[in-house]
């Protein structure tokens, strides 16, 4: 197997680890390669994306690992998903939320933009008879590169 970057966040490590535990799911060395990849993202993946990443550093992990893992991280509320359309999820850090994700509906690319008064009025925010854990906004819509390429050749 080759080695690993050891660039993920102990703290989240740890605190998968904990999750796992008190889940009573195995903590297997597959879970934390897992982990340790999708952390070392600094950017919205894809399942498909974590598996060929992990494929290329010549990491043999199934593609279900890759699945049922990222997902356990994201019920540890360490990922969060962040739905582009139906069909197509992106992945990301839950520490991630001083952002407003501009979502492109044909490519699925995903921009982020801060708004430091709305995170302030969402995080002051408070709701009946609800707990937040956090928030996510996205505005969906067409990256000017798609809305290029739709546009037809002028004649
Ligand atoms: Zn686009």
């Known amino acids: 197997m080759a080695p690993i970057e050891l660039h993920a966040n102990p703290k989240l490590v740890e605190k998968f680890h904990q999750f796992l535990n008190e889940r009573n799911c195995r903590h297997t060395p597959e879970r934390d390669i897992v982990l340790r990849k999708a952390l070392e993202w600094n950017k919205h993946f894809s399942i498909d994306e974590l598996y ?29 998903r962040i739905h582009v359309d139906l069909r197509r999820v992106r992945y990301e850090q839950l520490e991630n939320t001083n952002y407003i994700h501009l979502v492109c509906n044909e490519c699925g690319k995903i921009k982020e933009v801060r708004d430091n008064g709305l995170t302030a009025h969402m995080n002051a925010r408070s709701f009946t008879a609800f707990h937040s854990s956090y928030f996510t906004i996205c505005v969906y819509g067409i990256c000017n590169a798609c809305a290029r390429k739709k546009k037809k050749p002028r004649q």
């Not at 010549?58 to 540890?76: D, F, K, P």
């Open 52 to 80: 060929q990443a992990l494929s290329q550093s010549g990491t043999i992990v199934s593609r279900a690992t890759v699945y049922n893992t990222v997902e356990l991280l994201c019920e540890a509320q360490i990922l969060r």
